[in-house]
């Protein structure tokens, strides 16, 4: 079946301005992840969907960055007065439950660059 | 805090050599270990992960709770192998994934 899906898959943007990046998870994956992959720093937590649970936002680094999940399905990941540290690769995952288990699954990723 | 290192950024080796990839965590309980891989121009994707003890793609992992480590290791390196390695922790009543910073593999023919 279809796998998780990420757009846009590269997204250029202007220091200061607000981007929007969307994530669509495998159906019926209860569980939704978003992390960021920056050069020489691995792969970051960002927040965590779980149902209809509060989303773990321990990861994000600013209240510049939130996100939503609607539906129980698509999420969005917003930044806000975006800055040249936000360049990066955003990952999106969906697992199935939290079983133990449980594997995510990765979407290809928005490239994000802040000029 | 919990923490993953993965100690080596790039890995050069040659085909048919044995390989390994090092990768250390910091956490005090019983942790659930992965290995992510991510081939050029693909996502990343499960290898393996340490509670199903088994081999993919010829490559095994054990847990060392002793020396805190997860090293992944192959007898013998083919060119496929070249990708981008990722070591990962998940630690008890957490859904979220720690990663290292990964290790770019190269295996040279």
């Known amino acids: 079946g279809a796998g998780v899906s990420q757009s846009p898959s590269n997204k250029v943007t202007e220091k200061g301005k607000d981007v929007e990046l969307r994530c669509d998870p495998i159906?019926?994956?209860?569980?939704l992840y978003w992390y960021r992959q920056s050069l020489g720093q691995g792969l970051e937590f960002l927040i965590y969907f779980q149902g209809n649970s509060a989303p773990d936002k321990s990861g994000l680094p600013s209240d510049r960055f939130s996100a939503e999940r609607t539906g129980g399905s698509v999420s969005t990941l917003t930044i806000q007065r975006t800055q040249q540290e936000d360049s990066a690769v955003y990952l999106c995952a969906s697992s199935l439950d939290q079983g133990f288990t449980y594997e995510q699954y990765f979407g290809p990723g928005t490239r994000l660059t802040v000029t | 805090a919990q923490r993953v290192t993965q100690p080596e950024k790039l890995l050069s080796v040659f085909k048919g050599a044995p390989v390994e990839l090092k990768c250390n965590y910091s956490?005090?309980?019983?942790?659930?270990l992965f290995w992510y891989v991510q081939y050029s121009r693909q996502r990343l994707q499960l290898l393996l992960r340490?509670?199903s003890r088994e081999s993919i793609k010829g490559f095994t992992a054990d847990l060392n709770k002793g020396e805190t480590s997860f090293h992944l290791k192959k007898p013998f390196a083919q060119e496929e192998d070249s990708a981008m390695y990722y070591c990962?922790?998940?630690?008890?009543?957490?859904?979220?994934?720690?990663f290292g910073q990964g290790t770019r593999l190269t295996i040279n023919p």
């Open positions: 340490h509670i």
């Open positions: 159906s019926g994956h209860t569980a």
């Open positions: 956490y005090s309980g019983s942790p659930e």
């Open positions: 990962a922790l998940r630690y008890q009543g957490a859904q979220k994934l720690v």
